[in-house]
């Protein structure tokens, strides 16, 4: 039973570099980290939504927490391989 949930949407100006974010997190779809939370990503433009819904929000937290850190470490990435 689903009993929390939110979508974030996070903007992107590249629409290559939204396309590498989504790649990169791909993996962590197919094999989520915990049984307790679901979560959809979807390209809009140059905007992605991240979806999570969740038994609880401690699920939650935990589920949108890891993915905003695996977004952030991904955009860090880019931009230190794009500077050299």
């Known amino acids: ?7 974030i949407r996070i903007n992107f100006y590249n629409s290559k570099r ?3 974010i ?3 997190l791909k ?9 307790r939370a ?7 433009d140059c905007f992605l939504l991240l979806t ?3 038994e609880d929000a401690v699920a939650l937290r935990a589920t949108v927490n890891a993915y905003l850190h695996w977004i952030n470490s991904t ?3 880019i931009e230190t391989i ?3």
């Open 82 to 84: 794009e500077q050299m």
């Open 52 to 54: 999570v819904d969740a």
């Open 1 to 7: 039973m689903i009993k929390a949930n939110v979508s």
């Open 18 to 20: 939204l396309a590498t």
């Open 27 to 35: 993996p962590e779809i197919s094999s989520p980290v915990t049984h």
């Open 38 to 44: 679901n979560v959809a990503l979807q390209l809009r």
């Open 75 to 77: 955009v860090n990435i």
């Open 22 to 24: 989504v790649t990169s």
